[in-house]
């Protein structure tokens, strides 16, 4: 009897082990795709709209941004109203582009609001097209409202000889790695003068270019591009790479010029 009790205590310690040892087993990993974003791979524009609730615009929008302008409507629209200031304070990589901060100074008034000028970045190549045309590269001067409105500014880099003078000023603190910060109050950076000598522009409503791709962003897109010569164009391709998103439909909306 005693040997029968301990041959089933022996079957009942085994079987216990048995399951406890597939409780603790590992469970296999399933791989999450994470919420974040770039520009190549998995993490490329044609997935950002499925990483996140947030990031749903930049599939489901209808005025999205960047676009080939063409195809316009001429209405009257009245010069750029700039009232522009200098006031740079740093220089920023964060990982996507990188971006001039400025302090508050500067303004843009249209439409009888006014906008204030944010931070400037870039992206190589340019986002926007004109006529079917891409650009080295493409600065974007973004202002806000008090109540959130925002506007962007694009200037169009085409290639050079000579150094464009404003990038000059700062190209030496370009910061090269993501999270990397220099400083440009000595600098004290005045944006106008990125900007052509002639002014007229392309009008269009559009969305923000990275995400979460919100729309309702007023977008004035410059029609003459100012130079940038081949080393400056090199040093910015090599911290940004190629950071542009493709080109959206137009969809129902109006190109003015």
């Known amino acids: 009897m005693k040997k029968i009790v301990a041959l089933s205590l022996a079957i009942a310690f085994l079987t216990t082990g048995c399951v406890s040892k597939k409780v603790v087993t590992k469970p296999v990993e399933v791989k999450v795709h994470k919420a974040h974003w770039g520009y190549v791979g998995e993490y490329s524009p044609e997935h950002w709209g499925d990483m996140k609730e947030e990031y749903k615009m ?26 522009y200031s200098t006031g740079s304070t740093e220089f920023i990589n964060n990982g996507h582009t990188v971006q001039v901060n400025f302090k508050e100074g500067s303004e843009l008034y249209i439409d009888k609001k006014v906008y204030k000028l944010k931070q400037f970045h870039f992206h190589t190549p340019s986002e926007n097209r004109l006529y079917e045309k891409s650009f ?15 506007a962007v500014v694009a200037v169009m880099f085409s290639g ?8 000059a000023k700062f190209i030496s603190k370009l910061p090269l790695t993501k999270g990397a910060k220099n400083n440009l109050v000595k600098e004290n950076l005045n944006a106008f003068d990125m900007m052509p000598d002639d002014k007229n522009y392309y009008r269009f409503n559009g969305s923000l270019t990275t995400p979460p791709c919100s729309e309702g962003v007023l977008w004035l897109v410059l029609k003459n591009p100012v130079p940038i010569s081949e080393n400056q164009l090199n040093a910015f391709r090599k911290v940004l790479g190629n950071n542009n998103r493709p080109i959206q439909p137009k969809n129902a909306r109006a190109f003015l010029k």
């Open 58 to 83: 930049c599939k489901l929008g209808k005025n999205q941004s960047p676009v080939n302008l063409t195809d316009f409507k001429d209405p009257f629209m009245y010069p750029l109203k700039l009232k």
């Open 136 to 150: 080295p590269m493409e600065a974007h001067l973004v202002h806000a409202t008090d109540s959130g409105e925002l």
């Open 160 to 167: 050079g000889f000579n150094d464009n003078p404003f990038l």
